[in-house]
């Protein structure tokens, strides 16, 4: 029905970038907010950053400053680029996005996750 695939995760040394990307598909009305989380082995969940259906952002303090978040709405897609990279960014990342499939029903999605590894 209703799809998230995240791409772009892999292995980085300290300091390196990497761009993620998110794009829904299926049956949908429109996409509200969509968001980055992340979680790492014998970790919580996370929250990285979101940014809403018109482009306005939120960041996780560790990641401020360091990644950015946008949204192509005609490609139902959200991207992370991520620059000066950190051993603690290691974590599976995963995309989340609210999906509408009228002007008032709703549902919150997740994708499987991509992994991002920095490591020397």
């Known amino acids: 029905q209703v799809q998230l695939v995240e791409s772009g995760g892999g292995l980085v040394q300290p300091g390196g970038s990497l761009r993620l990307s998110c794009a829904a598909s299926g049956r949908i009305f429109s996409i509200g907010g969509m968001g980055w989380y992340r979680q790492a082995p014998g970790k919580q969940r996370e929250f990285v950053a979101t940014?809403?259906?018109?482009?306005?952002?939120n960041y996780a303090d560790s990641v401020k400053g360091r990644f950015t978040i946008s949204r192509d709405n005609a490609k139902r897609t959200a991207y992370l680029q991520m620059n000066s990279l950190k051993p603690e960014d290691t974590a599976v990342y995963y995309c989340n996005a609210r999906i509408y499939y009228s002007g008032s029903d709703y549902r919150d999605s997740w994708g499987q996750g991509t992994q991002v590894t920095v490591s020397s």
């Open positions: 940014t809403t259906n018109r482009g306005v952002t």
